[in-house]
């Protein structure tokens, strides 16, 4: 007997990608299920640091340029949206941002990715690289060791935290269906549908999206399709609250809505081990009292580790790996949440990748693409 399938599509993965998609399916109409795995699941969505980020996005896939341009746009809507409809505020600020720079050679270098990214974009792309004089008339909290910055009026931040829960209650109360304990352990295709298998029963589905970040490796295999994505750790110090302090966003160090401050950067390429190291707090700690020396009388709170989700060109993947089933990753869950809202899940209720995101797919991992492409 054909199976009957419980929904048309059934998101796995409810980090910020699946939710983001999951929301955006329920909005297009679209019967979902939003397959989770339990509370101690990896989620980069709870670890992250909650720039809303544009500027240098696309050095390594230039269509990612425009798309993160775009994202950038839309988050305005998404964050309206999100008030309106669940009465959370997720903290939305676009007042732009700045890449600082410690050394003269780490400015040569960003003034050159900048360089590229703006010279494939097809729009006007506006940024300005600035010195260290220039950088303190726009952060005057910025110490006088740094050499300088990129900076882009298009960046911006939110509260990462509120986003994840404003976007699941906002599932939730589209009508979708959330399934938290419910960790895929196996996919098979059956006729035109799918069955999964999972920790809290089986579900059916006329399509899937596999939006498991890291767990999408494993989901893969299921389908005997190798998905690229590896974790990259990320460390994170959180500070007392201060008064707000910063007229910009800065990718190493941003405030939040509630005053704490966040100070990364790192990327540690250590498998799944998720715990903090003292080597690199420390330099964490060091580089921001030389980005901002007033620091040196602020007290660090806590701190913690988390997974980035990262393809080899850092960029996303939007792609449908098998009839039916579509492939969603990327690294910038937060910056990327409007699209994922109001355009991806708008291709994955039609059910196909349009013709210009085509760039996006997984296949130009594979050895031998561009000669095959060409
Ligand atoms: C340190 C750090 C800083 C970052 N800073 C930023 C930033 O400033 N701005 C920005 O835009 N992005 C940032 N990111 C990236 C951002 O956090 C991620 O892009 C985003 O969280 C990815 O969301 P995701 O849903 O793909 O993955 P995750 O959050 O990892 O969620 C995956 C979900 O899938 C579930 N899952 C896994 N396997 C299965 C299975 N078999 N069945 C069912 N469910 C499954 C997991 O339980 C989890 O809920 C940062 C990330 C890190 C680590």
New binding site residues.
């Given amino acids: 007997m054909p199976m009957q399938p419980e929904c048309d599509v059934a998101v ?7 939710v983001a998609i999951a929301c955006g399916l329920r909005l297009a109409g679209v019967n979902t299920v939003l ?3 339990g509370d101690a ?13 544009v500027q240098g996005k696309g050095d390594l896939l230039a269509p990612y340029t425009p798309w993160a341009r775009e994202a950038g746009r839309v988050w305005p809507e998404l964050a309206r949206w999100l008030k309106e409809f669940t009465g959370l505020d997720v903290g939305l600020e676009q007042p732009g941002g700045v890449f600082l720079c410690m050394t003269e050679d780490d400015l040569a270098a960003r003034a050159a990715q900048m360089a590229r990214v703006a010279e494939q974009s097809a729009e006007p792309y506006e940024y300005e690289m600035v010195d260290s004089r220039r950088l303190r008339e726009l952060v005057p909290q910025v110490g006088p060791k740094v050499a300088g910055a990129s900076y882009s009026a298009y960046d911006g931040q939110a509260n ?1 935290i509120r986003l994840f829960r404003a976007l699941h209650r906002a599932f939730v109360q589209l009508g979708g269906r959330y399934a938290p304990n ?4 196996a996919i098979e295709r059956r006729s035109s549908a799918y069955r999964l298998k ?1 920790a809290d029963g089986e579900w059916t589905a006329n399509r899937i999206v596999l ?5 999408n490796v ?2 893969g295999e299921q389908l005997g399709i190798s998905i690229p994505v590896k974790p990259m750790r ?1 460390q ?1 110090m959180v500070t007392e609250r201060l008064p707000q302090l910063f007229p910009l966003v800065m990718e190493q160090i941003r405030q939040t809505d509630d005053g704490t401050l966040l100070i ?1 950067t790192s990327w540690e390429d250590v498998g799944f081990d998720l715990s903090t190291s003292y080597g690199t707090t420390r330099r964490i700690a060091r580089n921001a009292l030389d980005f901002v020396p007033m620091l040196r009388s602020v007290s660090v709170v806590r701190s913690w580790a ?4 990262l393809t080899p060109d850092a960029s996303p993947i939007y792609d449908e790996i098998a009839p039916g089933a579509f492939l969603v ?8 949440a409007g699209n994922h809202v109001f355009a991806t899940a708008r291709w994955i209720a039609d059910g196909r990748i349009p013709q210009n995101m085509r760039a996006f797919s997984r296949a130009r991992f594979e050895p031998n693409h561009q000669e095959r492409v060409a």
């Fill in positions: 796995i993965g409810g980090g910020l990608v699946g397959l989770d795995e699941a990896i989620r980069a969505s709870r670890g992250n640091f909650g720039l809303v980020w990462p419910a960790g895929v352990t999972t939006a498991s970040g890291l767990g494993g989901l990320g994170i990364g988390a997974l980035r989700i990753t990327c690294h910038s869950g937060v910056s990327l």
